[in-house]
Each structure stands twice: as C-alpha cells, then as structure tokens.
C-alpha cells in the first residue's frame, strides 16, 4: 500500500532533487532554482544540505550565542511580528538604554556559561549620538572578554557604522525579516531597499553580516524561498543567517498566525545552508516550542548556531538545562569558538 503526504503548503509539489550538487559559493540563484530544492523529497534535501555542511564544518559542534535587550520597548517601527513596537499593545514597557556596566556584568555570566558570542539589540529606528558612546563601550568591554560581539540598534548611518567598526564589533545584524513582496504586508514604516541600504553600509565599513529572517507569519512557501535568494544573491553572503519561528505575541497583528508544519522550517533550515553553505545558520526565536525531534532535523540540516539563555529580548527560550541535555542526547559539544570552516571549499 503507498501513502502520500500532503504539505501545509498548497500545490506543494516535490520532483525529484536534481543531481547536480552546489558546493561552491553562488550568487545567481533563481526562485525556481530555490523551489526546485525546496519541494525535493524530505530525504534528498537533507542530505544534500548535511553533506555541504559537512564540507564546510564540524558536523557535531554549534555555537552558542548569548542574546540581550539593551534597550527595551517604544520602538517606532510597526513591524507586525514585534512585541517591542510601539503601535501595538503588548504590555512590553519603554526602557532607557542599559547602563555599561549591567550589560558587561551579563556578558561575563554568558561567557561562564560557554556562550562564545554574545549579541546586543536595542528597540530602536536608528541609534541616537548621544548613545553610540555607551554601545561603544560594551562593544569594547564584551571584546576583551574574549567574545564575539553582535548587536542590532537598527538603520545605521556611515558615521555609525564607522564608530562601530573602530570599536571592534564583529557582527551586525539587521535582517530583512521575509521575501520583497510579502514585506509590505509585515511592515510599513521602512521598506525592503532600506534593510539593504543598511546592510551595504555594515559592508563598506568592514564589519560581518548577520541577516536572515522570520517563517510563519503567514508567507508562502515562495516567500520563504525568495528570501534566501535575495541573501545568497548579494555581493558576500552574510557570515550569520538567523532563521526565527514566528512567536505569536499577544497584542500585534500577527498574534493569530496559523502555525508553521515543523518539516517547512526544516526545509527553510535546509535551503539556507545549500545557498549559503559557508555561513554560520542559526535557529533564533521559536526554540522553546520546538520538540527535540525537530530541533535535531535542523542541526542534521546544517543549523551550527542557536541563541542560548532563558530569555531572548522579551522572549522566552529554553533552560540552559534543557539545552545542555539537548545535546548530550544528540552528541553534540558547544563550539569553542565561532564555527570556522572545516575544508573552505569555495
């Protein structure tokens, strides 16, 4: 007796993977080219993308990355996704930025508990002068402990990006959250072009490209796809791709999104290490609701990141119990150090 399986996604079709296998970096990939691989049997994905992970990394070892809100709250931004907007009611409450030292102090509990990164956001559209001293000092701080160091303020000027260069920041993030044509469906008060005005500007300073985006807010399969084109398809691709799961967070728009089938992030997690295969690809939001089951298809898949601690800016993840159990379970080992290239194909 035969059995299909039908995907949550309409008219999901899945030919057969095709035999020619990517290994080298690329930026002319096509929608179709992305769909192609996107609707392959389950098994032909997978192993096509664990075997360019392979290639490029230790399969067994995922960095851990520590995340904190450094400025909470009464964003101007009408991102639909966002508990931190100011034009949704979400019960998130405005704060000031952190003071140094409260932030240097959390940074050193995030080393002691093996993070080897260590990410900085504030709820802002842009970064105000009057704080750029004060990010520049954690950046410094968070250096000499010997961490890597992210952080997301938003849009960021030249000027900005120079100031943040010459503190030694290591990454930025600033991802552009879904495909160009669901965008404005998302987010209204900035557009697509800005997102990559920014990440050129992050790119002529000479700092590293965290960017990716957010799944099941409602887009389509295509969409989906579209997105890591549109990154795979820029002059570098970016050394960091975070892949969230929406958290439907009372109070914004997209608070009754239908949920996302598990098998279309691992399909997602999938495409963006086949596209991008030497950068680092990490599950962000949404960990705390994934089963353990699911969570190693995406390590499998080539996922070598996850954001460890129990809160991400307003959200929560799991226990650092739970994800040390995660591991001995899967034979996985926290990286000592950013995931470096095993062969550097390119």
């Known amino acids: 007796m035969s059995m299909t399986v039908e995907s949550t996604d309409a008219n999901l079709r899945r030919p057969p993977l095709p035999q020619r296998e990517e290994s080298r970096l690329r930026h002319d990939w096509t929608l179709a080219e992305a769909m192609e691989l996107y609707r392959a049997p389950l098994n032909d994905l997978l192993f096509l993308a664990h075997r360019l992970h392979r290639s490029y990394f230790e399969p067994n070892e995922v960095q851990l990355a520590r995340l904190l809100s450094i400025k909470t709250g009464g ?17 998130v409450k405005a704060t000031k930025l952190a003071e140094v030292e409260t932030v240097l102090r959390e940074a050193r509990k995030a080393k002691e508990a093996g993070a080897t990164r260590y990410c900085m956001g504030a709820a802002w559209r842009n970064p105000k002068a009057r704080d750029m001293d004060a990010v520049v000092a954690m950046i410094k701080g968070v250096r000499e ?13 030249a000027h900005d990006a120079a100031r943040l260069k010459e503190a030694g920041l290591d990454y930025y993030n600033h991802n552009i959250d879904t495909s160009p044509r669901y965008y404005r469906d998302v987010i209204t008060t900035r557009t697509f072009a800005d997102r990559l005005d920014t990440l050129s500007t992050v790119r002529e300073a000479g700092i590293n490209v965290c960017c990716g985006g957010i799944v099941g807010m409602g887009e389509t399969a ?33 608070a009754g999104a239908a949920p996302l089938d598990p098998i279309d992030f691992v399909r997602t997690a999938a495409l963006a290490r ?41 959200a929560g993840n799991p226990e650092e119990q739970s994800d ?11 990286a000592a150090a950013a995931p470096a290239r095993r062969h550097g194909r390119a």
């Not at 549109?230 to 997209?254: C, F, Q, R, Y």
């Open 274 to 314: 086949i596209m991008m295969p030497a950068s680092t690809v990490r599950i962000a939001a949404g960990r705390k609701g994934m089963s353990t089951e699911l969570q190693a298809l995406c390590f499998f898949a080539g996922v070598n990141s996850i954001f460890v601690g129990e809160t991400l800016l307003t």
């Open 324 to 334: 040390a159990a995660l591991f001995a379970r899967l034979g996985l080992t926290a």
């Open 75 to 91: 964003c101007p931004e009408d991102c639909g996704y966002c508990s931190q907007s100011a034009h949704h009611k979400t019960g």
């Open 145 to 157: 402990m010997g961490m890597e160091t992210c952080v997301t303020l938003g849009m960021l000027t």
């Open 222 to 254: 295509e969409d989906r796809a579209d997105m890591l084109v549109t990154l795979a398809n820029l002059p570098d691709h970016p050394e960091s791709v975070p892949i969230n799961m929406l958290i439907a967070v009372p109070g914004t728009p997209l």
